[in-house]
Protein backbone atom coordinates (compact mmCIF):
# COMPACT_ATOMS: atom_id res chain seq x y z
CA UNK A 1 0.00 0.00 0.00
CA UNK A 2 1.72 3.52 -0.90
CA UNK A 3 1.92 6.14 1.73
CA UNK A 4 -0.46 9.03 2.14
CA UNK A 5 1.79 12.11 1.73
CA UNK A 6 1.09 15.57 3.95
CA UNK A 7 3.08 18.76 4.11
CA UNK A 8 1.79 20.58 7.34
CA UNK A 9 1.14 24.65 7.53
CA UNK A 10 1.84 26.09 11.09
CA UNK A 11 4.37 24.38 13.21
CA UNK A 12 3.23 26.24 16.52
CA UNK A 13 2.22 24.52 19.59
CA UNK A 14 -0.50 21.81 18.24
CA UNK A 15 1.70 20.96 15.31
CA UNK A 16 4.11 18.29 16.34
CA UNK A 17 0.73 16.50 17.58
CA UNK A 18 0.47 15.46 14.43
CA UNK A 19 4.13 15.61 12.75
CA UNK A 20 4.90 13.33 15.95
CA UNK A 21 1.90 10.69 14.81
CA UNK A 22 3.74 11.03 11.43
CA UNK A 23 7.10 10.30 12.11
CA UNK A 24 6.57 8.10 15.14
CA UNK A 25 3.93 5.33 14.94
CA UNK A 26 2.42 5.77 11.19
CA UNK A 27 5.39 5.80 9.20
CA UNK A 28 4.14 2.67 7.42
CA UNK A 29 0.91 4.67 6.22
CA UNK A 30 2.28 8.33 6.41
CA UNK A 31 4.89 10.38 5.19
CA UNK A 32 5.65 13.94 6.26
CA UNK A 33 7.30 15.79 3.32
CA UNK A 34 7.59 19.76 4.35
CA UNK A 35 6.51 22.60 7.19
CA UNK A 36 5.48 26.05 5.98
CA UNK A 37 5.51 28.58 8.28
CA UNK A 38 5.81 32.75 8.52
CA UNK A 39 9.27 31.91 10.64
CA UNK A 40 11.76 30.43 9.75
CA UNK A 41 13.72 29.69 12.92
CA UNK A 42 10.41 27.75 14.35
CA UNK A 43 10.69 25.63 11.44
CA UNK A 44 13.91 24.76 11.32
CA UNK A 45 13.37 23.79 15.26
CA UNK A 46 10.69 21.38 13.93
CA UNK A 47 13.22 19.96 11.91
CA UNK A 48 15.39 19.39 14.68
CA UNK A 49 12.55 17.90 16.64
CA UNK A 50 11.73 15.29 13.62
CA UNK A 51 15.64 14.51 13.54
CA UNK A 52 16.46 14.45 17.01
CA UNK A 53 13.15 12.46 18.79
CA UNK A 54 11.77 11.18 16.51
CA UNK A 55 14.94 9.68 13.87
CA UNK A 56 12.84 10.92 10.77
CA UNK A 57 14.41 12.85 8.16
CA UNK A 58 14.46 16.33 7.78
CA UNK A 59 11.70 17.77 5.68
CA UNK A 60 11.74 21.16 3.07
CA UNK A 61 10.82 24.00 4.71
CA UNK A 62 8.18 26.95 3.08
CA UNK A 63 7.67 30.30 4.45
CA UNK A 64 4.20 31.26 4.33
CA UNK A 65 4.21 33.36 0.56
CA UNK A 66 5.78 30.23 -0.67
CA UNK A 67 2.29 27.42 0.34
CA UNK A 68 1.62 27.66 -3.74
CA UNK A 69 5.05 26.62 -4.83
CA UNK A 70 5.01 24.07 -2.29
CA UNK A 71 2.24 22.02 -3.40
CA UNK A 72 3.05 22.45 -6.74
CA UNK A 73 6.75 20.98 -6.26
CA UNK A 74 5.31 18.32 -3.52
CA UNK A 75 2.01 17.51 -4.61
CA UNK A 76 0.90 16.22 -1.27
CA UNK A 77 -2.27 13.89 -0.71
CA UNK A 78 -3.48 16.68 2.57
CA UNK A 79 -2.24 19.56 3.89
CA UNK A 80 -2.42 19.84 8.11
CA UNK A 81 -3.43 23.03 9.52
CA UNK A 82 -2.30 24.43 12.52
CA UNK A 83 -1.90 28.10 12.16
CA UNK A 84 -3.43 30.34 14.12
CA UNK A 85 -7.00 30.49 13.38
CA UNK A 86 -8.19 33.27 12.19
CA UNK A 87 -5.65 32.34 9.16
CA UNK A 88 -7.43 28.68 8.61
CA UNK A 89 -9.66 29.40 5.90
CA UNK A 90 -6.89 30.58 3.96
CA UNK A 91 -4.97 27.31 3.63
CA UNK A 92 -7.87 25.23 3.84
CA UNK A 93 -9.41 26.65 0.93
CA UNK A 94 -6.23 27.26 -1.12
CA UNK A 95 -5.08 24.24 -0.50
CA UNK A 96 -8.55 22.52 -1.69
CA UNK A 97 -8.53 24.42 -5.03
CA UNK A 98 -4.84 23.02 -5.68
CA UNK A 99 -6.18 19.57 -5.32
CA UNK A 100 -5.20 18.47 -1.69
CA UNK A 101 -7.60 17.17 1.26
CA UNK A 102 -7.40 18.92 4.44
CA UNK A 103 -7.03 17.96 8.25
CA UNK A 104 -7.38 21.03 10.44
CA UNK A 105 -6.68 21.70 14.05
CA UNK A 106 -10.15 23.17 15.89
CA UNK A 107 -11.98 25.36 15.39
CA UNK A 108 -12.32 25.14 11.44
CA UNK A 109 -12.14 29.31 11.42
CA UNK A 110 -13.31 32.05 13.52
CA UNK A 111 -16.62 34.10 11.86
CA UNK A 112 -19.00 33.17 9.36
CA UNK A 113 -17.76 34.89 6.20
CA UNK A 114 -14.98 32.37 6.58
CA UNK A 115 -17.27 29.46 7.53
CA UNK A 116 -19.32 30.06 4.51
CA UNK A 117 -16.15 30.58 2.04
CA UNK A 118 -14.88 26.99 3.21
CA UNK A 119 -18.38 25.43 2.60
CA UNK A 120 -18.49 27.02 -0.54
CA UNK A 121 -15.28 25.79 -1.11
CA UNK A 122 -15.45 22.20 -0.35
CA UNK A 123 -18.80 22.31 -3.08
CA UNK A 124 -16.85 24.03 -5.71
CA UNK A 125 -13.77 21.87 -5.54
CA UNK A 126 -15.43 18.35 -4.00
CA UNK A 127 -12.24 17.74 -1.82
CA UNK A 128 -12.46 16.79 1.69
CA UNK A 129 -12.16 18.26 5.18
CA UNK A 130 -11.82 16.87 8.63
CA UNK A 131 -11.96 18.98 11.84
CA UNK A 132 -9.82 17.33 14.54
CA UNK A 133 -12.21 17.15 17.32
CA UNK A 134 -10.17 14.66 19.65
CA UNK A 135 -12.67 14.95 22.23
CA UNK A 136 -15.29 12.87 20.39
CA UNK A 137 -12.81 9.87 20.46
CA UNK A 138 -12.77 9.79 24.88
CA UNK A 139 -13.63 6.58 25.69
CA UNK A 140 -16.04 8.59 28.77
CA UNK A 141 -17.57 10.59 26.07
CA UNK A 142 -18.11 7.78 23.07
CA UNK A 143 -19.99 5.99 26.19
CA UNK A 144 -22.34 9.06 26.55
CA UNK A 145 -23.07 9.12 22.96
CA UNK A 146 -23.51 5.04 23.36
CA UNK A 147 -26.28 5.55 26.62
CA UNK A 148 -28.38 8.13 24.44
CA UNK A 149 -27.98 6.72 20.95
CA UNK A 150 -29.35 3.22 22.83
CA UNK A 151 -32.40 5.38 24.04
CA UNK A 152 -31.25 4.87 27.64
CA UNK A 153 -32.87 8.41 28.69
CA UNK A 154 -35.53 8.61 25.78
CA UNK A 155 -35.34 11.85 24.09
CA UNK A 156 -32.78 14.08 25.36
CA UNK A 157 -34.90 17.47 25.94
CA UNK A 158 -32.14 19.34 27.79
CA UNK A 159 -28.71 19.81 28.70
CA UNK A 160 -26.46 21.56 31.78
CA UNK A 161 -22.71 21.87 30.95
CA UNK A 162 -20.19 23.51 32.89
CA UNK A 163 -16.80 23.46 32.31
CA UNK A 164 -13.86 24.58 34.04
CA UNK A 165 -10.21 25.96 33.17
CA UNK A 166 -8.10 26.30 35.84
CA UNK A 167 -5.95 28.77 36.59
CA UNK A 168 -2.70 27.06 34.39
CA UNK A 169 -4.68 26.30 31.50
CA UNK A 170 -6.94 28.74 31.43
CA UNK A 171 -4.58 31.50 32.24
CA UNK A 172 -2.44 30.55 29.34
CA UNK A 173 -5.29 31.52 26.73
CA UNK A 174 -4.57 35.10 28.44
CA UNK A 175 -0.88 34.93 27.86
CA UNK A 176 -0.79 34.29 24.04
CA UNK A 177 -1.94 35.60 20.85
CA UNK A 178 -5.88 34.12 21.88
CA UNK A 179 -6.04 37.06 24.31
CA UNK A 180 -6.87 39.04 20.89
CA UNK A 181 -10.45 38.02 19.68
CA UNK A 182 -9.48 39.06 16.17
CA UNK A 183 -7.38 36.00 16.31
CA UNK A 184 -9.05 33.29 17.75
CA UNK A 185 -12.99 34.11 18.20
CA UNK A 186 -12.68 34.26 21.91
CA UNK A 187 -12.66 31.46 23.95
CA UNK A 188 -16.79 30.78 22.75
CA UNK A 189 -15.27 30.05 19.69
CA UNK A 190 -11.32 28.73 20.02
CA UNK A 191 -12.17 26.68 22.64
CA UNK A 192 -15.61 25.86 23.14
CA UNK A 193 -15.67 24.60 19.66
CA UNK A 194 -14.79 21.08 21.47
CA UNK A 195 -17.93 21.37 23.89
CA UNK A 196 -20.77 22.42 21.34
CA UNK A 197 -19.36 19.82 19.03
CA UNK A 198 -19.54 17.30 22.05
CA UNK A 199 -23.23 18.40 22.44
CA UNK A 200 -24.03 18.11 18.90
CA UNK A 201 -22.58 14.83 18.67
CA UNK A 202 -24.03 13.45 21.83
CA UNK A 203 -27.68 14.14 20.97
CA UNK A 204 -27.82 14.58 17.40
CA UNK A 205 -28.78 17.39 16.94
CA UNK A 206 -28.03 21.18 15.52
CA UNK A 207 -28.29 24.75 17.15
CA UNK A 208 -30.93 26.43 15.88
CA UNK A 209 -31.25 29.75 18.82
CA UNK A 210 -28.44 31.31 20.72
CA UNK A 211 -28.37 34.15 23.10
CA UNK A 212 -24.75 34.74 25.61
CA UNK A 213 -23.93 36.77 28.05
CA UNK A 214 -19.92 37.26 28.78
CA UNK A 215 -17.07 39.38 30.15
CA UNK A 216 -13.89 39.78 31.57
CA UNK A 217 -14.00 39.68 35.33
CA UNK A 218 -10.60 38.26 36.26
CA UNK A 219 -7.74 38.42 33.69
CA UNK A 220 -6.82 41.98 32.55
CA UNK A 221 -5.02 45.03 33.93
CA UNK A 222 -8.13 46.36 35.65
CA UNK A 223 -9.68 43.32 37.28
CA UNK A 224 -6.12 43.33 38.83
CA UNK A 225 -5.90 46.58 40.11
CA UNK A 226 -9.29 46.17 41.77
CA UNK A 227 -8.02 42.95 43.86
CA UNK A 228 -4.93 45.28 44.56
CA UNK A 229 -2.41 44.06 42.71
CA UNK A 230 0.62 46.88 42.61
CA UNK A 231 3.21 44.97 40.57
CA UNK A 232 2.69 44.88 36.46
CA UNK A 233 4.62 43.73 33.59
CA UNK A 234 3.99 43.29 30.15
CA UNK A 235 6.13 39.99 29.55
CA UNK A 236 6.90 37.72 32.34
CA UNK A 237 10.64 36.42 30.68
CA UNK A 238 13.60 39.00 32.32
CA UNK A 239 10.60 41.07 34.27
CA UNK A 240 11.77 41.41 37.92
CA UNK A 241 7.86 42.34 38.75
CA UNK A 242 6.92 38.35 37.06
CA UNK A 243 8.99 37.04 40.26
CA UNK A 244 6.84 34.96 42.56
CA UNK A 245 3.75 35.53 39.97
CA UNK A 246 1.91 32.03 39.77
CA UNK A 247 -0.01 33.60 36.62
CA UNK A 248 3.89 34.04 35.10
CA UNK A 249 5.37 32.06 32.40
CA UNK A 250 9.26 32.58 31.69
CA UNK A 251 10.24 31.50 28.57
CA UNK A 252 13.88 31.05 29.19
CA UNK A 253 12.75 28.15 32.17
CA UNK A 254 12.06 25.85 29.65
CA UNK A 255 13.86 24.34 26.67
CA UNK A 256 11.21 24.17 24.51
CA UNK A 257 9.73 27.19 25.13
CA UNK A 258 12.54 29.05 24.75
CA UNK A 259 13.02 26.81 21.19
CA UNK A 260 10.18 27.23 19.69
CA UNK A 261 8.95 30.90 21.13
CA UNK A 262 11.89 33.12 22.33
CA UNK A 263 14.46 32.37 20.09
CA UNK A 264 11.58 32.79 17.53
CA UNK A 265 10.60 36.15 18.29
CA UNK A 266 13.21 37.68 16.00
CA UNK A 267 11.45 36.76 13.06
CA UNK A 268 8.04 37.27 13.80
CA UNK A 269 7.73 39.52 17.05
CA UNK A 270 5.67 36.68 19.07
CA UNK A 271 5.69 37.15 22.51
CA UNK A 272 4.23 33.52 24.39
CA UNK A 273 4.41 35.13 28.07
CA UNK A 274 2.18 38.46 28.02
CA UNK A 275 1.14 39.30 31.46
CA UNK A 276 -2.31 37.70 31.96
CA UNK A 277 -2.83 41.03 33.88
CA UNK A 278 -1.74 43.43 30.86
CA UNK A 279 -3.98 45.35 29.38
CA UNK A 280 -4.69 44.90 25.53
CA UNK A 281 -6.93 41.85 26.07
CA UNK A 282 -10.45 41.45 24.02
CA UNK A 283 -11.42 37.62 24.90
CA UNK A 284 -14.26 37.14 27.88
CA UNK A 285 -13.22 34.74 30.63
CA UNK A 286 -16.63 34.35 32.16
CA UNK A 287 -19.16 32.83 29.91
CA UNK A 288 -22.59 31.97 29.88
CA UNK A 289 -24.78 30.64 26.68
CA UNK A 290 -28.48 29.58 26.03
CA UNK A 291 -29.00 27.08 22.73
CA UNK A 292 -32.16 25.53 21.61
CA UNK A 293 -31.61 22.72 19.16
CA UNK A 294 -33.48 21.73 16.13
CA UNK A 295 -34.34 19.11 17.86
CA UNK A 296 -36.18 21.17 20.64
CA UNK A 297 -33.58 20.42 23.05
CA UNK A 298 -32.34 23.16 25.26
CA UNK A 299 -28.95 23.78 26.85
CA UNK A 300 -27.34 26.02 29.40
CA UNK A 301 -24.00 26.23 28.81
CA UNK A 302 -20.67 28.37 31.15
CA UNK A 303 -17.11 28.47 31.02
CA UNK A 304 -14.62 30.17 33.71
CA UNK A 305 -10.83 30.28 33.28
CA UNK A 306 -9.96 30.67 36.25
CA UNK A 307 -11.22 28.55 38.72
CA UNK A 308 -9.31 25.51 41.05
CA UNK A 309 -9.45 22.39 39.12
CA UNK A 310 -10.02 21.45 35.54
CA UNK A 311 -12.91 19.59 34.20
CA UNK A 312 -16.44 19.57 33.68
CA UNK A 313 -20.07 18.74 34.78
CA UNK A 314 -22.80 18.07 32.60
CA UNK A 315 -26.36 16.49 33.03
CA UNK A 316 -28.50 15.49 30.59
CA UNK A 317 -32.42 15.20 31.05
CA UNK A 318 -34.36 13.28 29.00
CA UNK A 319 -38.12 11.46 28.80
CA UNK A 320 -37.31 8.73 30.40
CA UNK A 321 -34.07 9.58 32.84
CA UNK A 322 -31.25 11.39 33.22
CA UNK A 323 -27.23 11.02 33.16
CA UNK A 324 -24.89 13.29 34.90
CA UNK A 325 -20.98 13.16 34.06
CA UNK A 326 -18.52 14.59 36.40
CA UNK A 327 -14.90 14.65 34.82
CA UNK A 328 -11.66 16.09 35.98
CA UNK A 329 -8.94 16.63 33.44
CA UNK A 330 -4.99 16.93 33.83
CA UNK A 331 -4.10 20.63 33.78
CA UNK A 332 -1.54 22.01 31.39
CA UNK A 333 0.51 24.26 29.69
CA UNK A 334 0.48 24.00 25.42
CA UNK A 335 3.99 23.05 24.53
CA UNK A 336 5.21 23.48 28.15
CA UNK A 337 5.61 19.72 28.56
CA UNK A 338 4.70 16.44 27.76
CA UNK A 339 1.90 16.15 24.91
CA UNK A 340 0.42 12.93 26.57
CA UNK A 341 -0.81 14.92 29.54
CA UNK A 342 -2.90 17.73 28.13
CA UNK A 343 -6.27 17.02 29.11
CA UNK A 344 -5.37 13.75 29.88
CA UNK A 345 -8.27 12.13 32.59
CA UNK A 346 -7.74 12.28 35.96
CA UNK A 347 -11.49 10.66 36.98
CA UNK A 348 -14.70 10.44 35.35
CA UNK A 349 -18.48 9.13 36.43
CA UNK A 350 -21.20 8.58 34.43
CA UNK A 351 -24.28 8.15 36.21
CA UNK A 352 -27.45 6.85 34.51
CA UNK A 353 -30.71 7.63 36.41
CA UNK A 354 -33.68 5.76 35.11
CA UNK A 355 -37.17 7.74 35.51
CA UNK A 356 -38.56 4.38 37.03
CA UNK A 357 -35.49 2.11 38.68
CA UNK A 358 -32.34 2.09 40.82
CA UNK A 359 -29.29 4.62 39.58
CA UNK A 360 -26.13 3.14 38.58
CA UNK A 361 -22.89 4.08 37.38
CA UNK A 362 -22.50 3.13 33.38
CA UNK A 363 -18.59 1.31 32.87
CA UNK A 364 -16.36 2.74 30.45
CA UNK A 365 -12.40 1.41 30.21
CA UNK A 366 -10.38 4.03 31.05
CA UNK A 367 -7.70 5.23 28.44
CA UNK A 368 -4.32 6.51 28.26
CA UNK A 369 -3.56 10.11 26.34
CA UNK A 370 -4.10 13.57 25.81
CA UNK A 371 -8.05 15.23 25.94
CA UNK A 372 -9.34 11.74 27.90
CA UNK A 373 -8.05 9.49 25.86
CA UNK A 374 -9.02 10.47 22.89
CA UNK A 375 -5.94 11.81 20.85
CA UNK A 376 -4.46 8.33 20.25
CA UNK A 377 -7.68 7.00 18.77
CA UNK A 378 -8.53 10.22 17.00
CA UNK A 379 -4.22 9.77 15.47
CA UNK A 380 -5.14 6.22 14.21
CA UNK A 381 -8.43 7.53 12.54
CA UNK A 382 -6.45 10.14 10.89
CA UNK A 383 -3.16 8.41 9.92
CA UNK A 384 -3.93 4.64 10.32
CA UNK A 385 -5.82 1.87 9.10
CA UNK A 386 -9.26 3.03 8.53
CA UNK A 387 -11.76 1.31 10.53
CA UNK A 388 -15.55 1.14 10.88
CA UNK A 389 -16.89 3.45 13.67
CA UNK A 390 -20.71 2.87 14.74
CA UNK A 391 -20.41 6.21 16.49
CA UNK A 392 -19.43 8.13 13.38
CA UNK A 393 -16.59 10.02 15.22
CA UNK A 394 -14.65 11.44 12.43
CA UNK A 395 -15.94 15.25 11.68
CA UNK A 396 -16.28 16.89 8.77
CA UNK A 397 -16.46 20.50 7.80
CA UNK A 398 -20.21 20.45 8.46
CA UNK A 399 -19.66 19.39 12.03
CA UNK A 400 -17.08 22.01 12.06
CA UNK A 401 -19.27 24.62 11.07
CA UNK A 402 -21.80 23.34 13.26
CA UNK A 403 -19.71 23.61 16.67
CA UNK A 404 -18.20 27.20 15.64
CA UNK A 405 -21.55 28.30 14.66
CA UNK A 406 -22.96 28.28 17.82
CA UNK A 407 -19.82 30.51 19.25
CA UNK A 408 -19.64 32.56 16.41
CA UNK A 409 -23.84 33.06 17.31
CA UNK A 410 -23.08 32.94 20.85
CA UNK A 411 -20.19 36.54 20.00
CA UNK A 412 -22.91 37.86 17.88
CA UNK A 413 -25.59 38.11 21.06
CA UNK A 414 -22.87 39.02 23.83
CA UNK A 415 -22.31 42.16 21.44
CA UNK A 416 -25.56 42.93 20.63
CA UNK A 417 -27.68 41.88 23.46
CA UNK A 418 -30.27 39.90 20.89
CA UNK A 419 -30.90 35.66 20.66
CA UNK A 420 -29.70 34.85 17.59
CA UNK A 421 -30.54 32.40 15.09
CA UNK A 422 -28.06 30.12 13.43
CA UNK A 423 -29.29 29.43 9.98
CA UNK A 424 -29.26 33.02 9.51
CA UNK A 425 -25.61 33.05 9.56
CA UNK A 426 -24.48 30.28 7.23
CA UNK A 427 -26.10 28.97 4.29
CA UNK A 428 -25.44 25.07 4.61
CA UNK A 429 -25.75 22.45 1.34
CA UNK A 430 -29.00 21.02 0.55
Known sequence: MS???????GTGGRAEFFYGAIASQFRETSELLAFCDINTVRMDYSNRILKEKYDYPQVKTYTSDRFDDMIHELKPDCVIVTSVDRTHHLYIIRAMELGCDVITEKPMTTDAVKCQEIIDAVERTGRNVRVSFNYRYAPHHTKIRELIEDGTIGDVTSVHFEWLLNTKHGADYFRRW??????GGGLLVHKSTHHFDLVNFWIGSQPETVFAMGDLLFYGRENAEKRGVTKFYDRATGNPN???????????DNEHLKAMYLDAEVEDGYRRDQSVFSDGISIEDTMSVTVRYKSRA??????NAYLPWEGYRIAFNGTKGRIEANVVEQSYVNSGGDKALEGALQG?????????????KAEFEEAEGGHGGGDPVLLNDLFGEPVDDRFNRAANHIDGARSILTG???NISIAQGRAVKVDELVRMPK
Do not use: C, Q, W
Open 348 to 360: ANILVFPMFGEAY
Open 298 to 303: LLTYSL
Open 408 to 410: IAA
Open 242 to 252: AKGDPFALTLD
Open 3 to 9: KKTYVLV
Open 178 to 183: HRDKRN
